[in-house]
């Protein structure tokens, strides 16, 4: 029974204690995103555009499949605020199971039509051949990516998230060490140029998911089989459902604007592709502190709604959120002085450098909507409140974010620019509206419904247990 014990002993509800590890792990993923971008400018520029819009594509499907890893965490979460340890790891097999069809499904459609879905993001046709077989071999590391967000979702829900930092640094460190290497070339080892990332990316991918097993039957005391891996218990669904569906819905409708605007930018040619995969990871780099709190707080929070404690949930999103802001307002600032030109250094192209400072201008603001949009709208999700949130995003991403930055940027030609004050006017709005839906505790019915629901199932099982 020793595994059930240390699963008792997990970390107290600390938004710092709990944040700084998720901190170290975004820093790390972030950094090993920027070394990529590093490696593959030193390839070619194209392998720049590639590698750029393969990132954008696995964005779209880390969207997805956050769906199972929220919902999961989130429920999760409340039946531990409960005391409820019995239920958490149950849905967290469920949990398991729903992950491992996802990642199957978009290992099949990666597989199956790799030339439409470079088509669909608009990829110019001389960069096509370069691009199909790197992307089938992302594909593969999709597969492990969707069971592997859901598991370490699992593991900071539970509180270990010191555990689930060193994890992603072992991922990175075996990323770097395979695709450095094959990228340029050491000693009898041939170069492969773009390939070798994709490589590095399959590899490190299906190191952290062996150690995922591991860690999940020494921590939390969930020692999977086959049988986890295929069945997919309904009642534990049902809940995870009720929270991911909904930030499904968002995320999808998040992702397939974004890609919209990402084609739009491809459109205005690899320069312009080129300085939106850059601006992106910029942008990353920024959103670090945003990210690990947000995260964090929403841990907190769905602890403290599992055990009724709303005020508490209260107080501790509206501190991730006053940080949060200066992180990202700081940030944003020093990354208008800096980045530009650090990019002039790496590709000796000023026409990407001065368009990127116009970008990053404009992100100064867009930032802080977007933090707001993030740490809020991570709250609401933890208390239960999915559903209006997602209404009012998929609404405002379409309008502002998608058809007005279509309409500065491509039928006025403003180009690049006029789709990021699209992109502002969407994050700014929705981050507004989440304030407001905060602040007026529209959230609290659905936290208090959370709460009942948890307790009438540790009450009939309780009655189960006792007449057996």
Known sequence: ?????????????????????????????????????????????????????????????????????????????????????????AVARAGFAASVWVGLAALLLVGIWPRALLNLLQLPPELMDMAIPFIAVVGGALALDSINITMFSVLRAFTFTKDSMRLVMAMNILHVLVSFPLVFG????????????GYGLLASRALVFVLLLIMWSQRLGIVLRWRDALLVPREPLAAIAHIGLPSAGEKIAFRLCFIATVAMAG????????????????????????????????????????????????????????????????????????APHAVAALNNRPDISALLATILLIEIVAGLGRTTNVIVMGGLRATGDARWPVKISVVVNVVLGTALAWLLGVHFGWGLPGLWIGYLADECVRGIAMWLRWHYLGWTTQARAARRRILNKRRAVAKVQALA
């Open 186 to 197: 050491v000693g009898p080892i041939p170069g492969q140029g773009l390939m070798g990332l």
């Open 267 to 338: 459109s205005m040619g690899a320069s312009a592709l080129a300085t939106h995969a850059y601006a992106m990871n910029v942008i990353a780099i920024i959103n670090i502190v945003v990210v690990a709190l947000g995260a964090g707080s929403e841990i907190i929070v769905g602890h403290h709604v599992g055990a009724g404690h709303l005020r508490a949930a209260g107080s501790v999103l509206l501190r991730a959120l006053r940080i949060s802001l200066l992180a990202t307002f700081i940030g944003g600032v020093l990354a208008w002085l800096i």
């Open 1 to 89: 029974m020793t595994n059930a014990r240390t699963t008792e002993k997990s970390g107290k509800l600390d938004l710092f204690a709990i944040s700084w590890p998720i901190f170290v792990e975004t820093a790390l993923m972030t950094l090993i995103g920027t070394l990529g971008l590093w490696m593959a400018g030193h390839v070619s520029p194209a392998a720049v555009a590639i590698f750029g819009l393969s990132n954008q594509l696995r964005a779209m499907f880390d969207r997805l499949f956050r769906v199972v890893g929220i919902g999961t965490s989130v429920v999760v979460t409340q039946h531990r605020g409960a005391g409820d340890s019995d239920g958490a790891r």
